[in-house]
Every structure is written in C-alpha cells, then in structure tokens.
Nanobody
Framework: QVQLVESGGGLVQTGDSLRLSCAAS????????IHWFRKAPGKEREFVSA????????NYADSVKGRFTISRDNAKNTVYLQMNSLKPEDTAVYYC???????????????WGQGTQVTVST
C-alpha cells in the first residue's frame, strides 16, 4: 500500500506558477505510477498528468501540455507538478493517485491524497 499527501496549492493570478508536491509513504512507492487529477466545482475528476516508476515516461492532458511538467524523485518519495502560465480554468482541487498502470479514468485508482486547492484569479 501507499499513502499520499498533496501540498503546494494556493491563490495566484493568471500567468503565475505553482509547484505541487505529492509525498508518498510505503514500501512500494517506486512500484507505482503516480497520476495527478483535478476536480473543479460541478465537474468530475479530470486527468492532468502521470509519471511511471522510473520517471522516464510521462503523460499530459492536452489542456496542460507545454505549461505543466511532472517529475519524480524516488529518493524523496515525492512526485512534483510544476505548473506555469496558470489560467483561471486551472482552478480546481488537485489530487495525486497511485496505480499499477497508466489510466485517465479516476475510477481505476484506489489510493488518493486529500487534495490541495489551486485558485487562479483573473
């Protein structure tokens, strides 16, 4: 099993940057593919990005490509999401999730963090 805790969210203006962290605990952290999802009010959880166990394979939603960068430091048991050029439509609660395979479907994941709020003002 793995436990996840997100941090780094906050209130920023359009064009600003934030770096989110997903800190994990558990013996098998390096075995998991870590995903970021986000949930805006009134919407379902939306896939944002994912990174495999070694960090050599990444995936991004089209809406964040070129602006967000996911990375992984297994020595620190942490996955990061660097978010640049933030837009109001990025406003959401951001969650990390752990799984054994890549998936854009939130329902496939059993391990979730508590979420961190990102608010981007105009």
């Amino acid at each position: 099993q793995v436990q996840l805790v997100e941090s780094g969210g906050g209130l920023v203006q359009t064009g600003d940057s934030l770096r989110l962290s997903c800190a994990a605990s558990g013996r098998t952290f390096s075995d998991y593919i870590i995903h970021w999802f986000r949930k805006a009010p009134g919407k379902e959880r939306e896939f944002v990005s994912a990174i495999n166990d070694s960090g050599g394979r990444t995936n991004y939603a089209d809406s964040v490509k070129g602006r967000f960068t996911i990375s992984r430091d297994n020595a620190k048991n942490t996955v990061y999401l660097q978010m640049n050029s933030l837009k109001p439509e990025d406003t959401a609660v951001y969650y990390c999730a752990a799984g054994r395979v890549f998936s854009v479907f939130a329902s496939r994941f059993n391990y979730w963090g508590q979420g961190t709020q990102v608010t981007v003002s105009t």
